[in-house]
């Protein structure tokens, strides 16, 4: 391996949740060292296709390798599914003469361990969410480093670093944005805001909860921004009430608002946390607990609440949101404690790490 040219092959493909930090991981690699080959893996399913060139990285398609949560007919296909996967990856590496690996969970990420762990490649492992999947834990075992972002991942030895977030997000000034998001989105320049948003398909509980609490939110002066999901338009309309079917612009949506009700995800949870923005959370109530996990951290430090999806009401919605927004002392400390347990650094925690993996040089040194 070599300082000159780190060649850096990130494999992050999939959902958002994998390739968002893997973009984030790759942009803090380059601004660390700016001589630095960085190619993705991905493959033709989810949003590689579009988001990876998008943000002007070379992209290298493997066949994806799902893995079966329970017996069945894929179960039997997938050890020829990784050999295909894994020898197409293991080409990749050797043409672009890779130094490290980093992976982020996902299809793509257990060949890409695989492959490098064959070819004595150093890898680097990192864990978004609070439960770790089958491909991190494999990853894992043959790691140089393993990071998460929440304590308890179920990976040994990790160092909790929080979830890599891109710029926009983690250097982003709300207080000096308000003015101007308010206006882009048509609010009220002075009242509280509440935002809402349950994903790019947004959320029934949610959305029906928000409707129902409208009237009681706008008689008390707050101001309502929901992104309900291009299939979810609500029926109701109401003066302060901006139903949107999808945020465009989650930065100034953030900017502008005062407290968020939103799901649990890793990156909601990161990216809100990070921002300093108050949040109710509403974890989706199926799988195996993982949005409450990833939620409880802030929770527990006071940066937000926690609701479960069968106790989400109307009258809930409307009595937590004007209990924060009428105590601004409240509402003030709410937001310097999610901003305290958010991870603004993570990008660049993970970046130093991945290039010390690699024997590379960072800022003028070698990191061994």
Request: a neutral charge; proline letters at 8%; one cysteine or more.
């Amino acid at each position: 391996m070599t300082s000159n040219e780190p060649s850096v092959v990130v494999a992050g493909g999939g959902s958002a949740g994998h390739v968002e930090p893997a973009l984030a991981t790759a942009d803090a690699v380059r601004r660390l060292r700016p001589d630095a080959r960085i190619t993705a893996l991905g493959t033709e399913r989810g949003l590689d296709t579009r988001l990876i060139p998008a943000r002007g990285y070379p992209l290298e398609l493997i066949p994806p390798v799902p893995l079966p949560r329970k017996p069945n007919v894929d179960l039997a296909k997938l050890p020829l599914r990784v050999v295909r996967s894994v020898r197409r990856t293991r080409a990749v590496l050797r043409e672009v003469g890779a130094d490290v690996v980093v992976g982020f969970g996902g299809y793509v990420s257990l060949p890409a361990y695989l492959a490098a762990a064959s070819m004595r490649l150093p890898i680097v492992v990192h864990e978004a969410n609070a439960r770790a999947g089958v491909a991190n834990k494999v990853g894992a075992r043959f790691a140089r480093a393993v990071c998460a972002a929440v304590p308890g991942s179920g990976l040994a030895g990790a160092e909790v670093i929080g979830i890599p977030l891109r710029r926009e997000i983690t250097e982003l000034d709300r207080a000096g944005l308000r003015a101007e998001a308010r206006a882009h989105f048509g609010l009220d320049p002075q009242g509280p805001v509440l935002l809402v948003f349950g994903g790019s398909q947004g959320a029934r509980s949610l959305n029906e909860a928000v409707s129902a609490a409208v009237p009681a939110l706008t008689a008390a002066g707050v101001s309502v921004l929901h992104a309900h999901g291009p299939k979810n338009a609500p029926a109701i309309e109401a003066p302060g009430y901006h139903p949107l079917p999808y945020l465009e612009r989650m930065d100034l949506a953030y900017a502008a608002a005062d407290v968020a009700l939103c799901r649990a995800g890793a990156m909601t949870v990161a990216e809100v946390s990070t921002v300093g923005l108050p949040a109710i959370y509403v974890p989706l109530p199926h799988g195996n607990g993982e949005q409450a996990l990833n939620a409880r951290p802030v929770v527990d430090a006071g940066g937000g609440l926690l609701v479960a999806d069968a106790d989400l009401t109307g009258e809930t919605v409307s009595s937590l949101v004007t209990g924060l927004v009428g105590d601004p002392d409240r509402l003030a400390a709410t937001a310097a404690a999610a901003r305290r347990s958010g991870h603004a650094g993570a990008d660049e925690t993970l970046a130093a790490t991945v290039l010390e993996a690699a024997g590379a040089s960072v800022s003028g040194r070698t990191r061994t």
